[in-house]
């Protein structure tokens, strides 16, 4: 999630966003032509009837968008929080959590479109960008990834029409960040090969125990605010009753 401050627009220019892009996928390309003559083993592993080296791809860069992903949830709430302006500073917390949202998004692109190269799934395009369209494997739960990835990009996106939706429909968006959060989480857990070992649990609950700590910490800070805001209310003056007016004759003599 975003915070709650005075950034009117992205941090980074377009420019920049598609020099991140295109350095990242001419790093792919630099390793796909000169990993094999540096290892050999390598080159292997990515030709014959059953190629292992694209979904050793998809595994290694589906753990790094999980983590880039809690990096940026974290920093979003930090600086909600109030506690990144202490340290690195509000604007450089808002700054680095645009860029990371945008580096995982970038290594979730790829954790997807590497996966056509990998003959025991043998994904189409189709496939791949189509929710719930994996019919070979696990078709809900990379569904659910799928729908996740759409709803990061969403998001991603809206860091540079905030001037045109306004503050309040921008943080309402930024909500969905849990909800997508929490769908990438149960992807990796109920769809990855490695979900079953002792280091993926340990990773799964590591980031989402500290997520989960730190929504809970901005929910009572936020209730608390509320509750400090509201003023006390006024004790309600208690009203005299008039004084009774004594009868000049009150034996009714004349």
Known sequence: PNPQNDYDHSSLSLMSILSLFFAMALGIFGAVIFAPNWIPNFAQTMVGTDPKAYWY????????????????????????????????????????????????????????????????????????????????????????????????????????????????????????????FLMAILHGVMSGTDASTSWAQTIYWSLGGSFLFLAMLRMVLHVSAKFAKKPAPRPVPRVQPAPMKEDSNPTGNV
């Open 57 to 180: 791809l998809s595994r290694g860069s589906a753990f790094a968008a999980l983590g880039l992903l809690w990096l940026s949830m974290m920093l979003g709430l930090l600086i909600t929080n109030k506690v990144s302006r202490y340290w690195p500073g509000a604007a450089a917390a808002f700054a680095i959590h645009e860029y990371v949202s945008l580096l995982g998004l970038a290594f979730a692109t790829f954790h997807a479109l590497i996966l056509m190269g990998d003959h025991y799934i043998n994904y189409q395009l189709a496939q791949v960008l189509m929710p719930f369209g994996s019919v070979n494997y696990h078709p809900f739960w990379v569904g659910v990834g799928q729908i996740g990835f759409y709803v990061w990009a969403v998001v991603t996106f809206t860091f540079y029409i905030r001037q045109m939706i306004g503050p309040k429909t921008w943080r309402a968006i930024h909500y969905l960040s849990f909800l997508m």
